[in-house]
């Protein structure tokens, strides 16, 4: 059997329920004409490039399938027809891609700490803030409090 990848859009008004109720449709009918699907992504609701049929963001689904080409051709017609799916792309690869895609890791990299703001920083950081600030008074050593 082929290897394939595929990418859906689906419009930006339906629920994630509804997505993956789609997603769940299209792999029985992979399952049911001898494939498989090897994984699912949900990359969640983005922005598109451009509108598509008035949608300015879609929820972006990545499926490995390994079936044969019929499988894949009844899916690919499946989705023309159903009103819900924006747009979608396979790609025949000669193997899947193991773990999390570029996208998912791409997200994972959002939890970074962030750089500081200019304005979060001590006066003491600064030198040049700290030379303008004046000196702390420090008691002189002979004397007595």
């Known amino acids: 059997m082929a290897l394939y990848e595929n990418v859906l859009i689906a419009r930006q008004d339906l629920s994630t329920t509804q997505v993956e109720g789609i997603v769940e449709n299209l792999e029985k009918v992979i399952t049911d004409n001898g494939g498989s699907i ?21 929820h972006y689904v990545l499926m490995n399938i390994d079936a044969p080409a ?7 017609r ?15 690869v000669d193997e899947l891609e193991e ?4 996208i998912l890791q791409n997200k994972d990299r959002d939890d970074r700490p962030r750089r500081p703001r200019r304005d979060d920083f001590d006066k003491s950081d600064n030198p040049a803030a700290a030379a303008t600030a004046p000196a702390a008074e ?8």
């Open 38 to 58: 090897e994984k699912k992504e949900f990359w969640g609701l983005r922005s598109l490039a451009y509108k598509i049929k008035k949608n300015r963001k879609g």
């Open 70 to 76: 019929p499988a894949v051709h009844e899916m690919e």
């Open 78 to 92: 499946l989705m023309r027809i159903n009103e819900d799916i924006l747009r979608y792309q396979t790609i025949r």
């Open 99 to 102: 773990g999390p895609s570029v």
């Open 138 to 145: 420090t008691p002189s050593e002979g004397a007595e409090a």
